[in-house]
């Protein structure tokens, strides 16, 4: 089993940043996928973010491009997602997801695996 834990949400200004964490732990292989989605309530949980945990490769909603960064730390079986220039459009629970077997470019939530319990972030006016 994969066990993903997400922190680093809190409340944050408009234009300010913040630092998620996922921690990962269980069952990891290298040839794993791991995301970032976030969910508004009463909407969908959508792609933000993806990273190739072997090859460190990258991909990114089109909303989030430029302003945030994925990235992992292969020592600490860690990723993280660096977000910068926030805005409120950016408030919602993020979650951390794996899966195996899957592309960098597998956007929707349903093919994903494994999922942390997710993290608040709130972007003030």
């Known amino acids: 089993q994969v066990q993903l834990v997400e922190s680093g949400g809190g409340l944050v200004e408009a234009g300010g940043s913040l630092r998620l964490s996922c921690a990962v732990s269980?069952?990891?292989?290298?040839?794993?996928?791991m995301g970032w989605f976030r969910q508004v309530p009463g909407k969908e949980r959508t792609f933000v973010a993806t990273?190739?945990?072997?090859?460190?490769?990258?991909y990114y909603a089109d909303s989030v491009k430029g302003r945030f960064t994925i990235s992992r730390d292969n020592a600490k079986n860690t990723v993280y997602l660096q977000m910068n220039s926030l805005s409120p459009e950016d408030t919602a629970v993020y979650y951390c997801?794996?899966?195996?077997?899957?592309?960098?470019?597998?956007?929707?939530?349903?093919?994903?695996?494994?999922w942390g319990q997710g993290t608040q972030v709130t972007v003030s006016s």
């Open positions: 990273i190739s945990w072997s090859s460190g490769d990258t």
């Open positions: 997801a794996a899966s195996d077997g899957i592309t960098i470019a597998t956007t929707p939530k349903e093919f994903w695996d494994y």
């Open positions: 269980g069952r990891t292989f290298s040839s794993y996928a």
